[in-house]
């Protein structure tokens, strides 16, 4: 199992950021996905999830109405849109899935919110 984070950066507050996790070795339409963050000092918390087929999505609260999370089955690759960002979002962002036995993990893309 791969999982492949991209898209931080730097933004200004209020701005817009797209992630993408490319997954690969396993069937990636058949199991969930999640984008967890962890900021400095902070324990790593669930961002969003989204069911297999993509039909079912979860959202933390401290994010609803700004982030949408979604997926290209056919690109094996999730998607978090980012608007509307706040400082309070800067963090190491990661892609989570869990297709067998083990916790997979991504290594994590930087996403800073500063003016």
């Known amino acids: 199992v791969q999982l492949v984070e991209s898209g931080g950066g730097l933004v200004q507050p209020g701005g817009s950021l797209r992630l993408s996790c490319a997954a690969s070795?396993?069937?990636?339409?058949?199991?969930?996905m999640s984008w967890y963050r962890q900021a400095p000092g902070k324990e790593r918390e669930k961002v969003a999830g989204i069911s297999g087929a993509g039909g079912s999505v979860y959202y933390a609260d401290s994010v609803k109405g700004r982030f949408t999370i979604s997926r290209d089955n056919a690109k094996n690759t999730m998607y978090l849109q980012m608007n509307s960002l706040k400082p309070e979002d800067t963090a190491v962002y990661y892609c989570?899935?869990?297709?067998?036995?083990?916790?997979?993990w991504g290594r994590g893309t930087q996403v800073t919110v500063s003016s």
């Open positions: 070795g396993f069937t990636f339409r058949n199991y969930a």
């Open positions: 989570y899935t869990r297709p067998g036995p083990f916790d997979s």
